[in-house]
Nanobody, 116 residues
Framework: GQLVESGGGLVQAGGSLRLSCAASGITFSAYTMAWYRQAAGNQRELVATITTGGITNYVDSVKGRFTISRDNSKRTVYLQMDSLKPEDTAVYYC???????????WGQGTQVTVSS
């Protein structure tokens, strides 16, 4: 399986970005999908998850600003990021967690930089 992220870039504070993660080689609809981020010098942090049934969860720092969604027909998960803050600057990683016995997968990461 493979995950490929896109959509990162440089944006001013208050702006928006939409990250995409396209999956291949896995039964996408059977996987819980997630976005993590890692800022320089920090540990990787779970940002948002979406289950196979569409249930979502967010870290407190992004609640009300970020929205995770999935399109099983396109085998793609999205992260809509609004009202971006400089502290959102990080490399964002897509993650696919399968049922027991299935492998998990990580994307290569996409850089998001928010300028003040």
């Amino acid at each position: 399986g493979q995950l490929v992220e896109s959509g990162g870039g440089l944006v001013q504070a208050g702006g928006s970005l939409r990250l995409s993660c396209a999956a291949s080689g896995i039964t996408f609809s059977a996987y819980t999908m997630a976005w993590y981020r890692q800022a320089a010098g920090n540990q990787r942090e779970l940002v948002a998850t979406i289950t196979t049934g569409g249930i979502t969860n967010y870290v407190d720092s992004v609640k009300g600003r970020f929205t995770i969604s999935r399109d099983n027909s396109k085998r793609t998960v999205y992260l809509q990021m609004d009202s971006l803050k400089p502290e959102d600057t990080a490399v964002y990683y897509c993650y696919a967690g399968g049922p027991r016995g299935f492998s998990a997968y990580w994307g290569q990461g996409t850089q998001v930089t928010v300028s003040s």
